[in-house]
């Protein structure tokens, strides 16, 4: 008889060990699973992060060409500007291809672009009333403040967007007023290219860099 019973409490403190055994290995791959999962969803983040900053500086890398436009019109004025468009866009034209053509637009309208050739058809375009365009166009005069417009289809063909920068100046009787715009028209597939999203396909990442868009308030994916 007292045999049978060491024999059961042996038994059953053997069966509490291993249930308690069991319960410890699974906090402890609970765990690990939980810091894995933890630490991808922070590299998830720093990736995400990392890339739209670097989305960012390409973006600002060529808007830099349409306010180096801006400050030379406002340091030298409307006809020396014309005069001097075509050199200096030509010393601004990237060897990837990204910039496909740069423009200036007085009151909105498109008076200068280069490269003329492949581009014509822009020329009397007013940004402030063509499709796909006006909001931004409208958004940069009332703001001051740069905006993207796009991707798009071109007018010149392709697909592509546009970088804003609005100008302002004193005219003739000394008002500030609105001048117009200098424009960046970017190839959009060439820029996607240069960002190098291919890298997160790569190392196993679904992603969308997507807005809202304006004239229908739906969500458009721009890469993907």
């Known amino acids: 008889m007292m045999v049978q019973k060491s024999l059961n409490k042996c038994i059953i403190w053997t069966i509490l060990v291993l249930f308690s055994s069991f319960i410890l290995t699974q906090q402890v791959a609970n765990y690990f699973i939980e810091d894995r999962i933890a630490k991808e969803k922070q590299l998830v983040q720093h990736t995400a992060q990392t890339t739209a900053l670097h989305f960012e500086s390409k973006i600002e ?18 006809e020396a500007t014309s005069a001097a468009f075509a050199q200096l866009a030509s010393a601004m034209m990237d060897k990837n291809g990204v910039i496909q053509c740069l423009e ?4 909105g ?20 009333t063509a499709e796909k ?12 403040k740069y905006t993207i417009a796009g991707p798009f289809p ?3 063909g392709g697909v592509g967007a546009l970088l804003l920068d609005s100008i302002f100046k ?3 009787k000394g008002e500030y007023r609105f001048w117009g715009f200098a424009v960046v028209v970017i190839d959009w597939e060439a820029f996607v290219k240069e960002v190098n ?4 396909e790569k190392s196993g990442y679904h992603y969308s860099i997507w807005h809202r868009d304006p004239y229908t308030g739906a969500k458009a994916n721009i890469a993907a």
């Open 197 to 200: 999203l291919e890298h997160l």
């Open 154 to 156: 071109l007018v010149q």
């Open 133 to 144: 365009r006006r909001y931004e166009a409208s958004l940069a005069r009332s703001t001051g």
């Open 109 to 128: 309208t498109i008076n200068n672009v280069y490269p003329l050739q492949g581009n014509e058809h822009v020329l009397g375009l007013n940004l402030l």
């Open 104 to 107: 200036l637009a007085k009151d």
């Open 61 to 78: 890398k060529y808007l830099s060409a349409a306010s180096f436009l801006k400050n030379y019109l406002l340091l030298n004025g409307e």
């Open 170 to 172: 004193y005219n003739n």
